[in-house]
C-alpha cells in the first residue's frame, strides 16, 4: 500500500468493515477479462459465504478459474475542503482481500452458510429444507489475504 498512513492493521477494526458493509464485490477472470459482481454475503471464520441462482457467468468463471478478488466498503462521504474542485476528497472504510471460490455441496455446510447470510443482514436461524437447499448454489471463499484501507477517519 503506497500510504501507511491509511492501512488499518487491526484485525478487529476489519471485521468490524466487514460486519457492517451491505454489498460485496466479488472480481473474477474469464480469458484475461475482468469481471466484477455485488453480492450479498455473509462472514464466518475467515470465509465469505454467497447464494446464487444455479446456473450464470459468475459460476461459469469460477469452475474455470477459482482465483478471486474481494472489496467492501463503509462510511462513504465526499468532503469538500475548499471551492476548488481539486480540493475534494473522500471518507471511506474498505477491505480488499484475495482468495480462493468453492462450491459448497454438503446440506449441513449450505445451511449453515445460508444462515450466515441471513445473520448478516439482520435475519434469525432458519432451518432450511432439503428442497430449499437444492434450489440454491452455495459457493465461499476462502480468504488467504486480506488489507484494510481507511481515509478520513
Known amino acids: ?32 477479462n475482468a469481471y466484477i459482481i455485488p453480492m450479498n454475503f455473509g462472514y464466518q471464520d475467515n470465509c465469505l459465504y454467497f447464494h446464487c441462482a444455479s446456473e450464470g457467468k459468475k459460476l461459469a468463471i469460477v469452475r474455470k478459474n477459482n482465483a478471486v478478488c474481494f472489496e467492501m466498503d463503509i462510511d462513504n462521504q465526499t468532503v469538500k475542503f475548499t471551492d476548488n474542485q481539486c480540493a475534494w476528497g473522500t471518507k471511506y472504510r474498505s477491505v480488499i482481500g484475495f482468495g480462493r471460490a468453492f462450491f459448497v455441496e454438503d446440506a449441513g455446510e449450505k445451511s449453515n452458510a445460508l444462515n450466515f447470510i441471513t445473520k448478516h443482514y439482520g435475519g434469525n436461524r432458519h432451518n432450511f429444507s432439503e428442497k430449499e437447499l437444492e434450489k440454491v448454489v452455495i459457493f465461499k471463499i476462502e480468504i488467504s489475504s486480506i488489507t484494510g484501507k481507511k481515509a478520513g477517519y
Open 1 to 32: 500500500m503506497r500510504r501507511n498512513d491509511r492501512l488499518i492493521n487491526s484485525t478487529e477494526e476489519i471485521e468490524d468493515i466487514i460486519e457492517k458493509a451491505q454489498i460485496c464485490r466479488i472480481g473474477l477472470s474469464e480469458n484475461n
